[in-house]
């Protein structure tokens, strides 16, 4: 998977596309980390671009991400999912471990906790 990431206006807006390697859960801490690193963190998670779907290679690197935000205090919202990984995700009830917006403009709009800046 490529990995394409901007700073906006307060936001890490991370653009995931093309098809997952063997290992991409490493590769993508390795890439994610250098921008990882703010207290209280807002990243938007984009895999409109995601080609192929591979359940265990997508969680293995959400997980890692939301870790890594958690631990910063941070917030981690996922957006413009295919239905295909839409509806895995609420047949497995993992919306309830990540929360899932449209698009960018709305997950941008949502509630944002703050207590990683106290």
Same mark, same amino acid.
């Given at each position: 998977?490529?990995?394409?990431?901007?700073?906006?206006? !307060?936001?890490?807006l =991370?653009?995931?596309?093309?098809?997952?390697? &063997?290992? *991409?859960?490493?590769?993508?801490?390795? @890439? #994610?980390?250098?921008?990882?690193?703010e207290? !209280?963190?807002?990243? =938007?998670?984009?895999?409109?671009?995601?080609? &192929?779907? *591979?359940?265990i290679?997508?969680?293995? @690197? #959400?997980?890692?991400?939301r870790?890594?935000?958690?631990?910063?205090?941070?917030?981690?919202k996922?957006c413009?999912? &295919?239905? *295909?990984?839409?509806?895995?995700?609420?047949?497995?009830r993992?919306?309830?471990?990540?929360?899932?917006?449209?698009?960018?403009?709305?997950?941008?709009?949502?509630?944002?906790?703050n207590?990683?800046?106290?």
């Open positions: 998977m490529k990995y394409h990431i901007v700073e906006d206006a !307060g936001f890490f =991370i653009k995931i596309s093309g098809e997952p390697r &063997k290992n *991409e859960a490493i590769f993508a801490k390795r @890439v #994610l980390s250098a921008y990882l690193k207290k !209280g963190i807002r990243v =938007i998670m984009d895999l409109k671009g995601l080609e &192929k779907f *591979e359940p290679t997508l969680l293995g @690197v #959400l997980n890692g991400v870790k890594e935000i958690d631990l910063l205090g941070g917030n981690l996922l413009s999912l &295919k239905p *295909e990984i839409l509806n895995y995700f609420r047949e497995n993992l919306d309830q471990f990540f929360q899932i917006y449209e698009d960018e403009e709305r997950a941008k709009k949502s509630e944002w906790r207590y990683g800046k106290r």
